[in-house]
């Protein structure tokens, strides 16, 4: 199945401008003149959602800065590998993803949390109400469909099997496969797969209609937890500082104005969005929306988000051990919210010191 919807200009790249080495930046630490920093962003979408940079600049938080979309993912992986060889400006991913690129030396740094799992975002793994599946042993032989493979489900997955004391090679015989969020319900209800991995809208539009039941979730496992960051090409940040600031900051702003808004209020702003931008989506799934589950206040990084996903692909043999340090791959420098009159540099960031 298709993993990637997207228009001819996904493939192009951006050619970005060399900037004068004594050129003075505004407040930009040692970037770019502030006056030749690109104040438009690239950026892959999800069909019938609203992310939150997108809510960001409906919001009027991203100031001077646009947005201009290239087209729609329903990939992590594959969105940040884009923001790493420059099709993008920014992409985000799983942490775990996040972690394995920067294993291959990506020159990629997350920079703020955009989702999470708490008890009102989180991701279900769903059989049929009459399946014989009931417990991980159940899960030998089977297909687990989720949207992409070596991220936060199969994850999930691996964090459930082994739990519940699986053998390596056990859990190689369960399945995950591709399939897109908005054809999964229908693939289990047709029995293409025995389970799939269902999220926020999504999930509660199937359990609306009935007929399936959880196996486990996300929460069940970890609680609350944030899951994913953007990220931004080095190059990137080193040459648009003030640029990054605004954006990271806006992001942030738009994350607390979420959770201090009433739900339909928040509903109602993503709505609106989705009509705007006449992308021929239908709207009536976002009325299910609940969170975005980001755990600590304006999406800030810290070190357990990242090294709990090194451990795991530890374990699993895809990276080596001390081959990445959980500091080194993130900062909270561009993150300036709730930090009037100081700055971003004063409070610890990391690339390595968060």
Not at 29 to 48: E, F, N, S, V
Request: contains cysteine; hydrophobic residues 40%; glycine residues 10%.
């Amino acid at each position: 199945m298709s993993t990637l919807i997207a228009p001819s200009s996904r493939r192009q790249f951006l050619t970005l401008l060399g900037l004068s080495a004594v050129a003075v930046s505004c407040g930009s630490g040692g970037g770019g003149a502030a006056k030749d920093q690109t104040k438009t962003l690239r950026y892959q979408g999800w069909a019938g959602s609203v992310i939150l940079p997108e809510l960001a600049a409906d919001l009027g938080f991203l100031e001077d800065v646009k947005l201009k979309w290239v087209g729609n993912t329903i990939s992590g992986p594959q969105d940040i590998q884009s923001a790493a060889t420059g099709q993008v400006d920014f992409g985000g991913a799983f942490n775990g993803a996040v972690v394995k690129l920067a294993a291959r030396k990506a020159p990629i740094t997350a920079v703020i949390s955009y989702y999470g799992v708490d008890k009102a975002a989180y991701n279900g793994f769903y059989v049929l109400k009459d399946s014989p599946i009931h417990s991980a042993r159940d899960l030998i032989g089977q297909r687990v469909g989720m949207n992409t493979l070596g991220a936060h489900s199969e994850a999930m997955l691996d964090i459930y099997l082994q739990r519940h004391g699986l053998s390596h090679t056990d859990i190689k015989k369960v399945e995950p496969l591709v399939v897109p969020p908005v054809n999964t319900e229908q693939s289990l209800r047709q029995k293409q797969i025995q389970v799939g991995v269902l999220g926020d809208i999504l999930r509660d539009k199937a359990l609306q209609t009935g007929g399936i039941r959880p196996l486990f979730t996300d929460h069940q496992l970890l609680g609350n937890f944030s899951a994913g960051t953007y990220v931004v090409n080095d190059r990137f940040l080193k040459e648009n500082p003030d640029t990054a600031r605004t954006f990271v900051t806006g992001v942030a702003r738009a994350i607390e104005w979420a959770r201090a808004t009433p739900r339909d209020e928040v509903i109602a702003r993503q709505v609106e969005i989705v009509k705007k931008r006449g992308r021929n989506e239908g709207t009536a799934p976002l009325k299910y929306w609940k969170s975005f589950g980001v755990a600590e206040t304006a999406g800030r990084i810290t070190d357990k988000e990242l090294q709990l996903w090194i451990d795991w692909l530890t374990k699993r043999g895809d990276i080596e051990k001390g081959q990445v340090k959980a500091s080194d791959l993130y900062t909270n420098e561009f993150n300036a919210y709730g930090r009037p009159g100081k700055s971003p540099a004063a409070e610890p960031t990391s690339k390595s010191g968060s």
